[in-house]
């Protein structure tokens, strides 16, 4: 399945793409369904979503969205040469996992179940912030690869600049909204039991809004061809965010401080990421952030002129 959405990314197959996010994140909501009318352990849970992951396995494999079998045409040498190239990418991907997971595992070591659950509410909440550059990252992605393939590091960084601005278009507004709505969601999704979490949800509106600097900045040295900065960019964000957690907890005891470990480990992100692309000369650290501006004008300017048409 993840060499299909591979290949779907780089035929930019957008309308299989979509249905297979869709297919996939339908995946919990069968497994909440079939809890719900027919009880059962997790044992039950873990059978129900591997049957329904061979089924939409299968699905792929019919509609020839990929060909396993197509391995067999590759030589030892062409398998050591793609090694050495993901190699940095899988220590980024197990590393990017240790981040999701540090903090829900220092509370619950030093702070207790119960605080894990107030926790979750918000946290869960964010996964709606990434929802959006998700979609933007899978496009843009292939974009900036074919721009540094071609040597056309102009065109690279107008790429760059178009994506983070549609980013921010969105998320500005969006977080804005989100900051007046905040209590309404905590309640919605958690209750009244956890009203008071809130707080920590308005901490993570703040990770949300340098959430696009760190994942652009992320996919762009992929683009480049350069993984090992993107890893040695998100090692340090996961020390950044265990000792920033770790002190949070010791000297605060409170949730709220424990989130804004979370901003400071984007926002380290987003700094490095920044400071590495300017070293490769591909991007100014600063003028892009005026070009970014001048394009997210001149965008919606387009927009309003075109509704008074």
């Not at 590393?95 to 903090?103: E, G, R």
């Not at 070591?109 to 946290?123: D, E, R, T, W």
């Not at 590495?276 to 070009?291: I, Q």
């Amino acid at each position: 399945m993840h060499i299909a959405e591979a290949e779907g990314v780089a035929k930019q197959d957008l309308v299989f793409l979509l249905l297979l996010r869709v297919s996939q994140s339908a995946n919990a909501l069968i497994i909440a369904i079939y809890s719900y009318f027919r009880g059962g352990d997790l044992k039950d849970f873990a059978t129900v979503h591997l049957l329904f992951t061979l089924c939409l396995m299968l699905i792929i494999l019919v509609l020839r969205k990929t060909n396993p079998l197509s391995v067999r045409y590759k030589t030892i040498e062409e398998i050591k040469a793609l090694f050495k190239l993901i190699k940095y990418t899988l220590a980024t991907l197990a590393t990017t996992n240790i981040l999701k997971s540090a903090d829900t595992f220092l509370i619950s070591s030093f702070m207790g179940p119960a605080a894990v659950a107030k926790y979750a509410i918000p946290l869960k909440l964010t996964e709606f912030f990434e929802i959006p550059l998700r979609s933007l990252s899978t496009t843009a992605f292939p974009q900036l690869a074919a721009k540094n393939n071609e040597g056309d590091l102009l065109g690279f960084k107008n790429t760059f600049v178009q994506y983070i601005s549609w980013a921010y278009m969105l998320y500005i507004p969006g977080l804005i909204l989100t900051l007046f709505v905040a209590p309404y969601l905590v309640l919605i999704i958690g209750g009244k039991q956890y009203a008071d979490t809130t707080p920590i949800f308005m901490v993570f509106i703040l990770y949300g809004l340098l959430l696009p600097s760190d994942r652009m900045t992320g996919i762009s040295l992929d683009a480049l061809q350069k993984p090992a900065l993107n890893f040695r960019k998100v090692f340090i964000m996961a020390i950044v965010n265990i000792l920033a957690d770790l002190a949070a907890i010791y000297f605060t005891h409170r949730l709220e401080w424990v989130a804004f470990a979370s901003v400071l480990n984007v926002l380290t992100g987003a700094i490095l990421g920044f400071t590495m692309l300017e070293r490769t000369n591909c991007l100014p650290r600063f003028s892009v952030w005026k070009e970014v501006s001048e394009y997210s004008f001149s965008f919606a300017r387009k927009v309003i002129a075109q509704k008074n048409k």
